[in-house]
């Protein structure tokens, strides 16, 4: 693994990541892993996991994370991308980048010499969904699972429709028309699937899609980008809550994630992301041992 800007830089490292994430996780002494290694973390977005998580996870791996908001950058004054990757090549050992387009990641990628991480973009958030697959094999012990993402076929939906498959879980799409995922990523991900028979699927009636279900997880209806579109969002993905009537409707123990931040009694309840079943606190923190993982792959000697 050379970069971690899609699921795809991982294909048959996702499990391995996980359980690096667990062991790292319970290990007290890191300090020495990543030790004088250097991350440099551009910021065009705002964050509180990412951000913090980075940092923290290279302080306890022995390097140092340096923040540079994009518009502090002479990037945010029109200097290219390219320039940008060979300058930061030269000062730091891996970059990790918060943008608003996936390409601007693709093409910090191409022209560093050093390992690129996407913290978020457009297109996929591949660093969450592993520390997803961290909290779920802590709580279930297995990916022989169905998974549901239910909301707005979004960044997060699309990295975890390509990593579900890879580990052999089961998921299901549970969205309103017109908010499907990424066609492309769905296409692959039923491909892959078809190579580890394992079942993908989109289905608009959110009954039918929770029947079954392990795994429950939504994201906010309107993210940053989609302000415009903000009446409109909410209106349409008012059935895609998940309240405790919908839960009771997943099987038993059914565990609820959320990315977050979270619009409480929007599209999740307050009785919900605090109730018995979240994993949600869980899997903010398994940010950090998700991070340190990625990390220690990319820049161990």
Known sequence: MQNFISINDAKGEIKNLVEL???LKKEEQTQTLLKNKTLGMIFEKAST????????????LGGMA????????Q?????PIADTAKVMSRFLDAIMIRSKNHDDVLTLGKYANIPVISGLTD???????????LTIKEYKNTFNLKLVFIGDGNNVCNSLL???????????????KGYEPDEEIYQQALKTAKK??????????????VKDADVLYT???????????KAKREEIFKPYQINQELLNKANKNAIVLHCLPAIRNQEITEEVINGPQSAIWDEAENRLHAQKAILYTLLKD
Not at 49 to 60: A, K, L, N, W
Not at 219 to 229: F, I, N, Q, R, T
Request: contains cysteine; aromatic residues 6%.
């Open 66 to 73: 340096l923040y540079l908001p994009k518009s502090e950058l």
């Open 123 to 133: 297109k996929e958030h591949p660093c969450q969904v592993i520390a997803d697959l």
């Open 219 to 229: 994201d906010v209806w309107v993210s940053m980008g989609d302000e415009a579109e």
């Open 49 to 60: 996991r990412t951000r913090i998580s980075f940092e923290v996870g290279m302080y306890q």
């Open 162 to 176: 390509l990593a579900a498959p890879e580990v052999g879980m089961d998921m299901t799409v549970a969205c309103p």
């Open 21 to 23: 994430g667990e062991k």
């Open 75 to 79: 990037l945010g004054r029109g200097e």
């Open 196 to 209: 580890t028979n394992t079942k993908i699927s989109i289905e608009h009636d959110i009954n039918e899609a």
